[in-house]
């Protein structure tokens, strides 16, 4: 499996987790942004919101979807939440991109891309060291292709 298969099935499986519709868009969006298809299933899943709403069983695409922010949720705490993660402040980044610029951050600290850096990146994202090392020099081809 490439990276951006990876990517596209890890959004997958947290919507088959949680049910949020919003793991079901990134799905979609991922598999668009990379060119690849989404798995059967997430079309699925999105027919049957479309059709909750458009029967109006659902009053709105949220409920449709199964989209809602938790009780007492706050604008202003989320946006502060996110600006301090590890990717660089951007909502919906992929665990992909995030684990790149990860490594290019340790990197520029001065880690060298060895074993010890591949396996710090595997336990900060749950991956094995060598899907870390994979993922990175994938993303790493394409960035320096499209710098040419």
């Excluded at 997430?42 to 069983?57: G, I, M, Q, T, V």
């Excluded at 922010?69 to 951007?90: D, L, T, V, Y």
């Excluded at 020099?137 to 960035?143: D, V």
Aim: overall charge negative; proline content about 3%; aromatic content about 10%.
């Amino acid at each position: 499996m490439t990276a951006f298969e990876d990517d596209v099935q890890d959004a997958f499986e947290r919507f088959e987790e949680t049910g949020n519709g919003l793991d079901l868009l990134r799905t979609l969006m991922r598999a668009a942004q990379y060119g690849i298809p989404a798995p059967y299933e997430a079309y699925w899943a999105l027919r049957e919101a479309l059709e909750r709403y458009e029967s109006a069983e659902s009053r709105t695409l949220d409920d449709a979807l199964k989209v809602s922010r938790p009780a007492r949720w706050n604008q202003s705490a989320e946006k502060e939440r996110i600006g301090r993660g590890k990717c660089h402040g951007i909502p919906g980044m992929s665990r992909i991109s995030c684990l790149w610029y990860r490594a290019r951050a340790l990197h520029a600290e001065g880690m060298k891309k060895d074993d010890a850096l591949w396996e710090t990146l595997a336990d900060e994202f749950h991956v094995s060291a060598g899907r870390a090392k994979q993922w990175f020099y994938e993303i790493e081809a394409i960035t320096k292709a499209s710098d040419k």
